[in-house]
């Protein structure tokens, strides 16, 4: 069984629709994040859940929607897709929040998002 | 506040050498950790290894093994013996007490050649 799984892993639209995608975690981890990785490799945190609560919201335009229904849960919602939102789209799960030992974090295998 | 500075865009190796790629990294925060991760090129992200500031030793896990420099504020990835399955692309990343998620360098493209 994957450990951090993200559907779908593919994901080609049009400006302006609105898309989802979603990311579960079987490791019992209490902490997820979404991160995004642009055209230059580079990896930005966009939020971050612990138990269900936002601990982490960066920078990020209020057309992108965390939702965390459970705590293996946690899912991006895009509204009004831009030509900018292409990207590869990673979640990821830690056991806690912050420097707890080696607070390791385990990612999903990333959505690929293409605006056409 | 932190950044993470990989300054090797590219590296090339032979395979069953040994092959170093470079980090450092600048944070405000007294205790922190220092991470690596491997994006081959079906674009997952693989955890490798991990170093404490406060850890006496220099992490090693099978062919990897961190040289961690805290007053030159290196964490510097080694690989030895590479294999052609070693080819990816390479983050450091850090994670302070003070932010809860990681900050990643830009990373560094690895190719072994046979």
């Known amino acids: 069984d994957t450990a951090v799984s993200q559907t779908p892993k593919y994901l080609v639209t049009q400006m302006g629709n609105d898309k989802s995608i979603k990311c579960e975690q079987n490791?019992?981890?209490?902490?997820m994040y979404w991160y995004k990785q642009d055209s230059k490799k580079f990896l930005k945190i966009m939020f971050s859940?612990?138990?269900?609560?936002?601990?982490i919201n960066e920078t990020v335009p209020n057309r992108f929607s965390p939702k965390s229904p459970d705590k293996a849960h946690l899912n991006l919602h895009i509204n009004s897709l831009e030509l900018g939102d292409s990207a590869v789209y990673f979640c990821?799960?830690?056991?806690?929040?912050?420097?707890?030992?080696?607070?390791?974090?385990?990612f999903g295998a990333g959505t690929r998002l293409s605006v056409l | 506040a932190q950044k993470i500075t990989q300054t090797q865009p590219g590296m090339f190796v032979q395979e069953k050498e040994a092959v170093t790629l470079d980090c450092t990294y600048d944070?405000?925060?007294?205790?922190?950790?220092l991470f690596w991760y491997k994006q081959p090129s079906s674009g997952e992200m693989i955890f490798l290894i991990y170093?404490?500031?406060?850890?006496?030793q220099n992490a090693t896990e099978g062919r990897y093994s961190l040289n961690f420099q805290k007053a030159r504020k290196s964490a510097n990835l080694v690989i030895s013996a590479s294999q052609l399955g070693d080819s990816a692309m390479y983050f450091c990343?850090?994670?302070?007490?003070?932010?809860?998620?990681?900050?990643f360098g830009s990373g560094t493209r690895l190719q072994v050649q046979p």
């Open positions: 990821a799960s830690s056991q806690g929040a912050g420097l707890l030992a080696k607070n390791i974090q385990y």
């Open positions: 490791l019992g981890h209490d902490t």
């Open positions: 859940y612990n138990n269900k609560e936002l601990i």
């Open positions: 944070t405000s925060d007294q205790s922190y950790g």
């Open positions: 170093q404490g500031s406060y850890d006496e």
């Open positions: 990343a850090c994670l302070g007490t003070g932010r809860r998620a990681l900050t």
